[in-house]
């Protein structure tokens, strides 16, 4: 097998991941039901959807508080306590905007909101159309200059309970605590339990053949560490899945950024979704607890709300950072992420970083690209003497095949030695495609001149032209035993074809088949010298 044929297979690969990957996020399959765990110590929580008036309209907002910390822009609504918008202060809404981005938002066509409340026997959220209405000393909140946290409590009264709804923020932190506590002095037991979840229109999942980005609900429990729900399997099944440990969570992600609710050990936590309308809810329902008259209690639950950084959400819960999704090749995918990350903080650049970390795997593979081409150059060799085997035996097959293998094991030429590298090759692609597809930290990086974002195509295509150029001159440079016409013409098509690809791919990708290719014009240069000293490079 010669390069020419490499570059093929390479295309038909990329061709056939890209086209897997486009399928696998629109119609990625509903899960397996998974059978409800019950903890012996604590009933599990009710159905969600029996307990509260499933309408998704609720009273006129009386007022909203503006919450601001050093990376976070919330607005709380009063009634209720949800969080119905938060900006992501450190993140621009586009390239070179003075405008955040907007994570979660109230607006007409698109509602994406971070609701929680208290239902059961005594609860105050039984009805979305009658929610509290709760008290609040200031209308805004703003983290000062040296304070490391910020606590808003909401308060509410009735029949005798206290009910206070605190938000905890913290500084450099997208994870938002919510605590409920509550006094009873009504004269008898009250019984209770929280809920969070959060609620979206049921959007497309977005994505095209070169970005085939993921928008939609996910979730972890014990069994299943990682699991896509997407809007249309919301819209198949109500999910219910009963936490035995109280480890898991619920989340909405889409590319960049995700949202989640995570319990706070509470086994027996029920992990649902819910249609209503064009509204889809994805959150967690927690067991109920029942307060004495004269005792208190302690109800409580995070949310996270910002970028997918993988160290930061580890740490807020287990599984968490699997929302930077690395697809069946994360065990190569992680670790090369991990290494970009490294670099780039030496050189302060991420674009120099993928031409280094380009080269480092590059460099790392350079006795397995040796091994291809002297394989390659011996086959061409043998080339002679088997066609002249071939005019000698004519359509004996069987035992063309047993003189071809002895002439290959008396030469000491492995047939596939040109293919292996190519093989372990595609997965480091495929495994760096999706590292670099994934990583928030390339969002609005820059690199040098025109290239202001690494996350979006080249404006002028230039980086795709070169990659395209650096293509054809790999195929002239590779001698080939390709006579028939037909193919002849395909390779010749081939660097158009991969030029017409990555015209969208995102430029930090683009920049790294770039150099690749110029890494591989270099060693294909440099083996090509030592084969032909040897006497085994022939054109």
Not at 210 to 224: F, H, N, Q, V
Not at 306 to 329: E, F, S
Not at 476 to 500: A, L, R
Not at 502 to 523: K, M
């Amino acid at each position: 097998m010669d390069s020419q044929r490499n570059i093929l297979l390479i295309a038909l690969a990329l061709v056939s991941f890209l086209l897997y990957q486009q399928w696998n996020v629109s119609k990625n399959p509903a899960p397996q039901q998974i059978e409800q765990a019950q903890s012996s110590s604590t009933l599990p929580a009710p159905s969600f959807a029996e307990e509260m008036d499933p309408a998704p309209s609720q009273q006129a907002s009386a007022k909203t508080i503006a919450v601001t910390t050093d990376v976070l822009t919330l607005s709380i609504d009063t009634v209720g306590g949800d969080i119905v918008s938060a900006d992501l202060n450190q993140y621009a809404a586009e390239m070179d905007s003075d405008d955040s981005f907007v994570l979660l938002k109230n607006e007409a066509g698109h509602q994406f909101i971070a609701q929680s409340g208290l239902i059961g026997p005594q609860g105050i959220d039984l009805s979305s159309a009658n929610r509290p209405q709760y008290s609040v000393s200031s209308d805004s909140f703003n983290l000062a200059e040296g304070q490391d946290e910020l606590r808003i409590p909401l308060t509410f009264a009735a029949n005798g309970l206290e009910y206070t709804k605190t938000f905890i923020l913290k500084r450099g932190s997208y994870a938002i605590d919510v605590e409920y506590d509550v006094v009873n002095n009504s004269g008898s037991n009250a019984t209770f339990g929280m809920y969070a979840h959060l609620r979206q229109n049921l959007l497309d999942a977005g994505g095209s053949i070169t970005m085939p980005t993921y928008r939609g609900g996910a979730y972890s429990t014990e069994d299943t560490r990682y699991k896509k729900y997407s809007f249309d399997d919301m819209q198949d099944r109500n999910l219910s899945i009963t936490l035995s440990d109280g480890q898991g969570w619920a989340a909405m992600i889409q590319h960049y950024f995700a949202t989640a609710w995570i319990p706070r050990n509470e086994p027996g936590t029920n992990l649902y979704t819910r249609v209503i309308g064009n509204l889809g809810d994805i959150g967690v329902r927690m067991p109920n607890k029942t307060i004495a008259d004269g005792d208190s209690a302690k109800l409580q639950a995070t949310l996270w709300v910002g970028p997918k950084l993988q160290k930061d959400m580890a740490a807020i819960a287990p599984n968490l950072d699997l929302v930077v999704d690395y697809g069946w090749l994360w065990f190569i995918a992680k670790p090369l992420h991990w290494l970009l990350s490294f670099i780039q903080g030496f050189v302060s650049n991420w674009g120099v970083a993928i031409i280094l970390l380009t080269l480092v795997v590059r460099g790392s593979m350079y006795p397995l690209t040796k091994k291809q081409y002297t394989s390659m150059a011996k086959m061409r060799m043998l080339q002679p003497k088997l066609q002249a085997m071939r005019e000698r035996i004519g359509d004996d097959r069987q035992r063309m095949s047993q003189e071809m293998m002895e002439l290959y094991k008396k030469e000491k030429v492995n047939p596939l030695g040109g293919c292996l590298p190519l093989i372990l090759q595609m997965p480091i692609f495929i495994a760096l495609y999706w590292a670099l597809m994934e990583s928030v930290e390339l969002r609005h990086s820059p690199f040098f001149g025109w290239i202001t974002d690494l996350s979006a195509q080249d404006p002028y295509y230039i980086l795709p032209l070169l990659m395209g150029a650096s293509m054809f001159l790999i195929q002239k440079m590779s001698p080939t035993t390709v006579t028939d016409p037909m193919q002849q013409k395909i390779m010749t098509f081939m660097p158009v074809m991969f030029t017409g690809f990555f015209l969208f791919f995102p430029s930090g990708l683009v920049l790294y088949w770039l150099v690749s290719n110029i890494v591989t014009l270099a060693q294909q240069s440099m083996i090509y010298k030592a084969l032909e000293k040897k006497g085994l490079h022939s054109k």
